[in-house]
């Protein structure tokens, strides 16, 4: 997500890196709306130090709070990435009044993992999806992953992140995985409906 953004609804979230001061940087989600003015924007809260993801060294923390964003089309709680690990984005956005519960994300496996580990951690992943959203809070989310593979700049060649590319729809009262992208195909996977239809 880093380099681009997700289209849904006549909304555009692309998440940056933005320079709030010299060496002071955040990892933001901005939202536009479907006239094109910004809507609002996130700053990520939870910045993770972990193998492959050693963000702390380059993002600072977020200042914004856990406020939803005013759209067109409702409130959307807009979070990011390491967020969705803690609970307490998804409840205080809730709390406020989101809507709508949206995680642009880049998680990815370690191309040495084995199938079995590669299987815990995406289901250790799904069971969080599901306590956060649909279970715990009663709001609709959706998660988008990165796709792709991100060389480590440091190491041999075919050591880095092999990112998911997966997308998961929360309803209450289930989670939906809904599919794997890969780097040539483009596919829409779901639309939300404020009906609740």
């Not at 990892?27 to 996130?42: E, S």
Request: proline fraction near 7%.
């Amino acid at each position: 997500m880093s380099a681009g953004g997700q289209k849904t609804a006549n909304r555009d979230r692309f998440t940056i890196f933005e320079e709030r001061a010299p060496g002071l940087y955040h990892n933001t989600a901005v939202v536009f709306d479907k006239d094109g003015r910004i809507a609002g924007r996130y700053r990520k809260m939870h910045i993770p130090d972990d193998p492959g993801f050693y963000e702390k060294y380059y993002f600072t923390p977020g200042d914004l709070g856990f406020t939803p964003i005013e759209t067109s089309i409702g409130k959307l709680g807009v979070l990011i990435c390491w967020d969705q690990w803690y609970p307490e984005g998804a409840r205080l956005m809730a709390l406020a009044g989101a809507e709508l519960l949206i995680y642009p994300t880049a998680i990815g496996w370690d191309p040495h993992d084995t199938q079995e580990e590669q299987q815990r951690q995406l289901h250790a992943w799904i069971t969080i999806q599901r306590a956060r959203m649909p279970v715990a809070n009663g709001n609709p989310g959706h998660c988008m992953h990165r796709i792709g593979f991100e060389q480590a700049p440091d190491l041999e060649p075919g050591v880095g992140i092999n990112f998911w590319g997966t997308q998961l729809h929360r309803r209450r009262p289930k989670v939906t995985f809904m599919d794997s992208a890969n780097e040539s195909e483009v596919k829409v996977l779901t639309t939300t409906d404020r009906s609740g239809a």
